[in-house]
């Protein structure tokens, strides 16, 4: 006898299962539809096939430069908050020091923060700085928001493999960058890519924060944002959409069998 | 499984406790080199600007140049009751208290099916279910302003249908209290099964079989084993979803009208172009954050007392 679940059970919660996928998806189809939906409006009954909106949005240049602003702030967030992100796991887990707890807590301390105050408070900081609203302040923003997310996807991974490795590695006589470089750095490439891809993903999405921060040049979200209030530019806003929406659904998963595989490899190995 | 896994670290698991320092330790990169980038990023954008917040709550620093001082003026009016904010605030925690609630209620299933039933594909299908939250945020509230205004999905399929006359749409569907509470949980509900699905899947299964040996039934083993025991997986759940809703200003902004105003929207007002008051926006900011911090560090109180006890 199975002590989780009758077999009714297991039926029941099959089905309940499926219905709350089909709710989840069903918003995401209905965008997928309309994309491709002749009528500029996004209403039933379906006027028919066309390829017109995704033409147009290739075309338009305020998107295709909302998408080049959104590209840039992400590419710098990663890149930025990867690099303190691995600074601070190997600290965390590497080394005990006194006051380890309140510095865990600074760290992480930006997941529980709410967007809105965390964006006014930058807005103030950039005021009193004398700081123009730009591309740079969002990057900054973005940096504070994902870096918790680096340290906690590097961290597990930086407590899997064994620390005597980098202690070996210097007792042959690598130094500190010999080691990281050689050592430690390949043992957790995995979790790094995976960091770096769920910090650009988020980055390239924050609308919250970024809408405090972003001076002439708009984000993607933040263009999207503005958009929406105007119907004539809906069909193709869904268009674009859609496409992002794809591509981060395709990338996430991706990565994410990616580094299963391969953390699986370097234990094998 | 990306932001939300790694999210789920913080709370439900324990943080493990670092390795001992090696003993014959050559060139070590020192503790402060290593933490001395992060630490100071946060503090100078994130620990500095939310004291600037803070000196704006009392007057000491001011949008308009003029005669100012130090004064609690502001926050005084905050807790007077002369101004609708607290009001506000309380609706908007009722609003995220009940989308927690029954988003918790929801996930709870799913995560048990997942971690319970024996599936063999029961990693895919978490990544199924999570997939969507770690989509666009805008994108999920944009498919819903699509499908639930009175020109949208729902109702020009009801006239279609001829359910409904096109004079006499469902108008309650999109502006309204519903619609935030409806997206919100659309949008929270993949992230919040995640949580309660790991101690779930951590828990012990020779636990639920010695108590049907000792002839418990399935629900007397759920109640007075299994649930216990996912506890502090449903708590964390509850959080995560009601922390970031209960400041939210995103969602009720698009799908709210003024009906589903909610507090965050307020304080986004507040420095808005219109009539800024950053006084009074930096003591509700300040507030909603004082709530916040006491309630996480509650939180990770009750998980460490859990711990303390199971050792």
New interface residues.
């Given amino acids: 006898m199975d002590v989780a679940l009758s077999r009714n059970g297991r039926r029941i919660m099959r089905v309940f299962f499926a219905i709350v996928i089909v709710f989840l998806y069903a918003p995401i189809a209905v965008l997928l539809v309309f994309s491709f939906n002749r009528s500029p409006v996004p209403v039933f009954p379906l006027t028919g096939f066309t390829l017109r909106w995704y033409r147009d949005f290739l075309t338009n240049t305020e998107i295709r430069g909302a998408l080049e602003t959104s590209a840039i702030v992400a590419a710098l967030a990663s890149v930025g908050s990867v690099a303190l992100g691995v600074l601070a796991a190997i600290a965390l887990t590497r080394h005990r020091f006194r006051g380890q707890l309140g510095v865990t807590a600074l760290l992480l301390s930006p997941l529980v923060i709410p967007l809105v105050v965390l964006g006014i408070s930058l807005l103030l900081l950039f005021h009193e700085l004398g700081i123009q609203p730009s591309i740079l302040a969002v990057t900054i923003g973005e940096i504070v928001i994902v870096l918790p997310y680096t340290i906690l996807v590097i961290m597990p991974r930086l407590q899997q493999i064994d620390a005597s490795l980098a202690e070996a590695a210097q007792d042959l006589g690598a130094g500190p960058l010999t080691t990281f470089r050689r050592v430690t750095l390949p043992l957790i490439l995995p979790a790094v890519v995976s960091a770096y891809l769920i910090a650009f993903t988020t980055s390239f999405d924050e609308y919250a924060v970024a809408s405090f921060l972003v001076g002439s040049r708009q984000t993607f979200p933040v263009y999207l944002y503005s958009a929406l209030r105007f119907p004539s530019r809906l069909p193709q806003v869904i268009a674009v959409a859609v496409v992002v929406l794809l591509v981060t659904l395709v990338v996430i998963v991706a990565i994410e069998l990616w580094r299963r595989r391969a953390e699986a490899r370097l234990e094998a190995a | ?3 939300g ?3 789920l ?2 709370e439900v698991a324990t ?8 003993r ?6 020192a ?1 402060p080199a ?2 001395g ?3 100071s ?2 503090a100078v ?6 004291a ?2 803070a000196a ?1 709550s009392v007057d000491v ?1 001011v949008l308009f140049p003029g005669p100012h001082g130090f004064t609690f003026a502001a926050w005084r009016s905050l807790f007077s009751g002369s101004t609708p904010y607290l009001h506000l605030f309380a609706k908007s925690i009722e609003m995220s208290l009940t989308v927690s609630a029954v988003v918790v209620v ?1 996930a709870y ?2 995560a ?3 971690a ?3 599936t063999k594909r029961k990693y895919i ?1 978490l ?3 999570i ?2 939250f ?7 509230v ?6 639930l205004g009175d ?3 729902v109702n ?2 009801l ?2 249908t001829g359910l409904r006359s096109p004079e006499h749409p469902l108008s309650f569907l999109l502006y309204s209290r519903f619609a935030v509470m409806l997206v919100l949980g ?1 949008v929270w ?2 992230f919040v099964a995640l949580p309660i699905f790991v101690t779930l899947d951590t828990l012990d ?1 020779g636990l ?2 010695a ?2 040996d000792l002839y418990a039934s ?1 629900l007397q ?1 759920f109640v007075r084993v ?1 649930l216990p025991l996912s506890a502090p997986g449903v708590v964390a759940a509850f959080l995560f979803v009601f ?2 809703t ?5 969602t009720p902004s ?1 799908v709210g009208g003024t009906g589903g105003y909610m507090y ?1 929207n307020q ?2 007002d507040l ?1 808005g172009a219109g009539f800024p008051d ?1 006084e009074t ?2 003591v509700l ?2 507030f ?2 004082a709530v ?2 006491i309630l ?1 560090v509650v939180f990770v109180r009750f998980l460490r007392a859990g711990e303390a006890r199971v050792a």
Avoid: C, D, M
Avoid at chain 2, 15 to 22: D, N
Avoid at chain 2, 24 to 29: A, S
């Fill in positions: 499984l990306g932001a896994e790694s999210r670290t913080l943080p493990e406790p670092a390795a001992p320092a090696p014959r330790r050559r060139l070590n990169l503790t290593l933490l980038l992060p630490v990023w946060l954008f994130f620990l500095a600007p939310v600037i917040v704006y620093l929801v299933p799913l048990y099916f997942l319970l039933s024996g299908l990544l199924v279910l997939a969507p770690l989509t666009s945020y805008l994108l999920r944009l498919a819903w302003k699509v499908i020109q949208g999905v020009t399929f006239f279609w659309y509900l993949p299964r639920l079989e108590a049907s399935r083993a299994t922390i970031p209960v400041g939210e200003f995103v698009l965050g304080i986004v420095f950053w926006g930096s900011a300040l909603l954050l916040i911090a996480t």
